[in-house]
């Protein structure tokens, strides 16, 4: 069977198109109109393609590039291109699956975790405490958590909003993960008030952090 080029796919994309769609997802900030689902099943049929996925990328189009992301292969992106493309990736949907299904993935996770942490770019900087996160939770050995904790209440009040979130995300990781200092994270999420009135819809949990690590504590037995 052939490969598809890129031009084959941008065709189908095109018939996918939903303009309802693409004003509901321009409100949060995400310029395309295609059904995730349906574009999932397109990723299902072409499978692991990563000389295509680099092409959708260079396309510079929101929907092709969530669809690049979901056929590469992570571990073929050298630390320059992750780095690139995170800075590239102005669409929220796109920054969240480029951290998430590929940089999580791949051998450069730390060293860019470590670099984006520290950039001056907000929209960056939320990709290391994204990956920050991950490790809380996954592999703690090394972090330190105290130092973490004192950045998130120095800075995450007044820190941009996808920045804050990332920020309120590792202060809730931390609370719910590790118990000696839960007591902390609770105390810098209450004195903070960060997200405490963030609309949450019934049977969801709150991202306000002190209620999150409450809740999912609770989940776990108290422990």
């Not at 941008?10 to 303009?19: G, N, S, V």
């Not at 295609?34 to 189009?61: C, F, I, Y």
């Not at 299904?101 to 990709?127: F, N, Q, T």
């Not at 993960?177 to 960060?194: D, K, M, N, Q, S």
């Amino acid at each position: 069977m052939p490969e598809t080029n890129a031009a084959e796919v941008m065709a189908e994309l095109a018939t996918l198109e939903d303009p309802k769609m693409r004003e509901a997802n321009e409100k949060r900030g995400d310029d395309h109109g295609v059904n995730l689902s349906k574009l999932r099943s397109v990723a299902k049929r072409l499978r692991t393609q990563q000389d295509l996925a680099r092409e959708l990328w260079a396309t510079n189009d929101t929907a092709a590039r969530l669809l690049a992301l979901l056929i590469c292969r992570p571990k073929a992106f050298g630390r320059g291109d992750l780095d690139a493309m995170l800075r590239e990736a102005r669409a929220p949907k796109v920054h969240d699956w480029l951290v998430n299904y590929v940089v999580k993935k791949s051998p450069h996770a730390e060293e860019l975790r470590v670099a984006w942490s520290a950039d001056a770019d907000p929209v960056v900087a939320s990709a290391g405490w994204a990956l920050t996160t991950e490790r809380v939770a996954k592999q703690p050995e090394g972090l330190d958590l105290d130092g973490l904790l004192d950045t998130i209440e120095a800075e995450m009040k007044d820190a941009p909003d996808r920045l804050q979130w990332a920020m309120n995300h590792t202060l809730a990781q931390i609370g719910i993960e590790h118990p000696g200092h839960r007591a902390r994270a609770l105390e810098i999420g209450e004195r903070l008030g960060v997200l405490k009135d963030y609309p949450t819809p019934p049977n969801c949990t709150s991202p306000y952090a002190p209620a999150w690590i409450n809740e999912m504590v609770s989940r776990r037995g108290g422990a």
